[in-house]
């Protein structure tokens, strides 16, 4: 069992360091980032996309909604090539909250060719709520176009799973002096 636990840290050190000294952008790997509501799954993705900036690359994080909607924008001012080819060539497209609400037509195709354009060309990397099981959900109208993008973003991906309580949960407040003192005091007002 101790020897299971020390192995366990030195693979865990070897890959956070793979993540932290960009590796997986030399590899052109995706890396997926996956658990609960409020488990650091957007301030990691954000701390790995600075990393990446500080080592020259360029990053872009994005919401899987904003990405959408500017895409959508784009197509109705006439911008869409130009704007999907500024997302195909970002070093490191970070997509946050994939699947937080399902895609629909056009937006699936574009996502589909936007991550059909950057496989095994330049870094994508995704954060969900969803278990990896579920993604297919995103793509309720068309589930072949769902499995087709899920194969490209899952093939050689860094898998990261996160667990635990949400950051964002209330805390229990410290107890107060004055409340302790009360809960000791006898009612002398009897």
């Not at 060539?89 to 699936?108: A, N």
């Not at 949960?169 to 410290?174: E, G, V």
Request: positive net charge.
């Amino acid at each position: 069992m101790l020897l299971q636990d020390e192995v366990a840290r030195r693979d865990q050190r070897k890959f956070d360091t793979l993540l932290a000294t960009g590796r997986y952008l030399q590899e052109q790997a995706p890396v997926l980032i996956v658990g609960p509501c409020g488990t650091g799954k957007s301030h990691l993705a954000q701390a790995l996309g600075h990393c990446a900036i500080r080592q020259g690359m360029d990053v872009l994080f994005i919401t899987q909604g904003d990405l959408v909607g500017s895409l959508h924008a784009a197509r109705a001012t006439g911008g869409f090539d130009r704007r999907f080819r500024q997302l195909a060539k970002v070093t490191l497209l970070i997509i946050d909250d994939f699947g937080l609400k399902p895609m629909r037509p056009p937006h699936d195709e574009d996502f589909h060719d936007l991550i059909a354009e950057r496989y095994e060309r330049v870094s994508t990397m995704l954060t969900s709520n969803l278990d990896f099981a579920e993604w297919g959900d995103v793509f309720p109208a068309n589930r072949m176009l769902g499995v087709a993008t899920l194969d490209r973003l899952r093939h050689g991906a860094y898998r990261l799973i996160l667990e635990g309580d949400s950051f964002r949960a209330p805390r229990p407040l410290p107890e107060s002096p004055k409340n302790t003192i009360a809960k000791g005091a006898k009612n002398t007002h009897s």
